[in-house]
């Protein structure tokens, strides 16, 4: 499908030149392990992120100043002189996104489809992440297909990955019928098989698409490398609000119902409840960050409130 630049329908479609200007605002928040205070990454609330490895660059004399934790005390009592080892930080650790392009995304009330707001999400962790030093792969997947992206440190990497979410987003409809789970376990499959010890791993949709399968692949994951996880939803899958005759349809099957029925808000919204249920206990088994992205509200700044500090904009960095 050839990706059209002017099809940008108010968050209803994304453009690439749209996701190209986060470029220039992916800041405020950071994947590394010294994390703000507020933000969910840090140590106070049970999350673990290592970040990149050290790698041992020379040996000094101390200096009133220099960390006494990275005393030498082998060289010291050798030469009767206080030595420090000084490290240097690896600058090619490899964050994935998986990203989620499937129909259930195709969903939106607010100011964007969810399908829109992990668009977003991807644009700002994928800057983010080479602005850092870091290198940067991707699976971009939907419910026929899924492309994978080799890690990379350069803008035009990220821009590769851009341009599938663009075609994948823009590939959307609501008469499309497939709506496959197989895709994400695919996903998570490649990526198992190439992160590296110590990797980061961004997994990006609705949660929709998980199952036992999913979880065994997160969990084997989560044992060497750092999984963070980003439940996009819009607000109208918390609580239905009641306009009486209510058309839904999945593509291929249509029904009207009473949406003001207490016996199928109950039934609706606890479908939510149940997913995200299932995700926060996988969080906590095994330490795997959480953090939600609205359709209401734009996406950079809920990136900064949950993985950074609520500081003004003079201040992030």
């Known amino acids: 499908m050839r990706i059209d630049e002017k099809r940008d329908e108010n968050g209803v479609y994304v453009t690439l030149n749209e996701l190209l200007k986060f470029g220039h605002v992916a800041k405020g928040f950071s994947f590394l392990p010294s994390q703000p205070v507020h933000s969910i990454l840090s140590g106070r609330h049970g999350s673990k992120v290592r970040g990149r490895g050290m790698d041992f660059s020379e040996m000094k004399q101390y200096v009133q100043g220099d960390d006494p934790r990275s005393m030498d005390w082998k060289a010291t009592r050798r030469t009767g002189k206080p030595y420090i080892r000084v490290f240097n930080e690896e600058r090619d650790r490899n964050v994935w996104l998986v990203v989620s392009q499937r129909n259930s995304m ?25 602005g850092s030093g870091d290198r940067v792969g991707a699976v971009v997947y939907n419910d026929e297909t899924l492309k994978f ?16 979410v663009v075609k994948q987003n823009q590939a959307l409809h609501a008469s499309n019928s497939n709506n496959t789970k197989d895709r994400l376990n695919e996903a998570l499959k490649i990526v198992s098989a190439t992160a590296k010890h110590d990797d980061l791993v961004i997994l990006i949709g609705d949660g929709r698409a998980m199952d036992e399968e999913s979880t065994r692949y997160i969990t084997a994951l989560s044992a060497h490398n750092d999984v963070i996880a980003a439940l996009v939803y819009d607000p109208m899958e918390k609580e239905l609000h009641a306009s009486g005759s209510l058309f839904l349809s999945d593509g291929t099957v249509s029904v009207d119902v009473d949406s003001s029925s207490q016996s199928f808000q109950k039934r609706f919204s606890g479908r939510m409840e149940e997913r995200v249920e299932g995700l926060m206990h996988l969080s906590k088994k095994h330490t795997i960050p959480l953090f939600s992205i609205s359709t209401e509200r734009p996406v950079l700044d809920q990136v900064q409130e949950q993985l950074g500090a609520a500081v003004s904009a003079k201040r992030r960095v």
Not at 149 to 164: D, T, Y
């Open 106 to 130: 195709f969903f939106g009330t607010k100011m964007m489809m969810k399908s829109v707001a992990a668009a977003h999400l991807t644009a700002i962790s994928a800057f983010r992440v080479v």
């Open 149 to 164: 992206f080799k890690p990379q440190r350069s803008k035009q990497g990220v821009i590769h990955i851009l341009s599938e």
